[in-house]
């Protein structure tokens, strides 16, 4: 079964630093994609970027950046230069391709909180 | 990014009653439609995989007669919370993918009094 684990319940930060939010993952599926979703208070899941397990580069999307390390399945989201709207949910999540291809598994998510 | 639309945003209605909530692709078809659940402080839930033009894919312990599911076209799931009650409280908000990256809906904040 796929299953992503995120151990960070809460993370503090000091506007304009950057921070890494983890996140580790199991599967068997030899193909799979990795998600970082920012949710804020009033409830959207926005896309921040997107990591291929057959992706040769580590994904980039502005200020948001995924240290993939497949060996270590870990995936975690770097946010450089941290902003006080950064402060929200993150939850990592993963697609199989095989077991319930598209449909994605969450983690427990990091409260993220950018302090002035 | 792609444009998922999720309708409505917040209802309240009466224990006993029926509510229907619509998630569409604006710019994109979506043959296949997730509907997650989430409970406060807490992470997505999938109910349910909504497939266009035949029968959804509940999770378990997801009950398909309350959770009504319905993908009529190619942009269109609705999701019919049926005889709800305040148990049934709860943020429900759909997704669907669009070249490799799933896409997600508003959300519903679903009270039942």
């Known amino acids: 079964a796929q299953k992503i684990t995120q151990t960070q319940p809460g993370m503090f930060v000091q506007e304009k630093e950057a921070v890494t939010l983890d996140c580790t993952y199991d599967?068997?599926?030899?193909?799979?994609?990795l998600f970082w979703y920012k949710q804020p208070s009033s409830g959207e899941m926005i896309f921040l970027i997107y990591q291929g397990s057959y992706d040769q580069q580590n994904a980039t999307e502005g200020r948001y950046s995924l240290n993939f390390q497949k060996a270590r399945k870990s995936a975690n989201l770097v946010i450089s230069a941290s902003q006080l709207g950064d402060s929200a949910m993150y939850f990592c999540a993963m697609r199989g391709t095989i077991q319930g291809a598209q449909k994605l598994v969450f983690g427990q998510g990091t409260r993220l909180t950018i302090n002035p | 990014g792609a444009v998922v639309s999720q309708h409505p945003s917040r209802v309240i209605c009466k224990s006993g009653t029926s509510v229907k909530i619509e998630c569409r692709s604006l710019?994109?078809?979506?043959?296949?439609m997730f509907w997650y659940r989430q409970f406060p402080k807490q992470s997505l839930m999938l109910m349910a995989t909504s497939n266009e033009g035949s029968k959804a894919t509940y999770e378990q312990g997801v009950e398909k007669d309350k959770f009504l599911i319905n993908h009529a076209s190619l942009t269109l799931s609705t999701l019919t919370v049926t005889s709800a009650h305040p148990e049934d409280s709860s943020f429900y908000i759909c997704s669907a993918a669009h070249t490799r990256k799933a896409f997600f809906g508003q959300g519903t904040r679903l009270t039942v009094v």
């Open positions: 710019d994109f078809q979506a043959t296949t």
């Open positions: 599967t068997s599926d030899p193909s799979y994609g």
